[in-house]
């Protein structure tokens, strides 16, 4: 066991120093801890406001490919109906064709 003169001696200022350090730091516990709650709170809903105005962006491309689409429809409107008349006017004589395809059927016959 080491003697009482052979242990360096503290000066009482530096162990009131030491001291009020870990009261300060123990002290500023809470704000410091606070503050970083209050940063990962705005920093989420700056993140949550990203995405809102990334999927608004994306709604707003989705919602004019429709409206394309819907004008592309219209414009070939005229061309539809050119092609169903096209095609009703080209199978007019099919009534005819198969009354003569019949008669001589029945020619055959006898």
Request: aromatic residues 4%.
């Amino acid at each position: 066991m080491a003697d009482d003169a052979s242990t360096p001696t503290v000066n009482a200022q530096i162990t009131d120093a030491v001291t009020q350090t870990n009261v300060k730091v123990l002290a500023e516990s809470p704000a410091m801890a606070m503050g970083s709650l209050y940063q990962t709170m705005a920093h989420s809903t700056g993140i949550l406001f990203e995405n809102s105005a990334s999927a608004q962006q994306q709604q707003n491309t989705l919602s004019q490919a429709a409206a394309n689409q819907g004008v592309i429809q219209l414009y070939s409107m005229a061309t539809m109906s050119d092609a169903a008349a096209t095609e009703k006017v080209s199978q007019g004589g099919v009534s005819d064709n198969l009354t003569s395809l019949l008669t001589v059927l029945n020619a055959f016959r006898r």
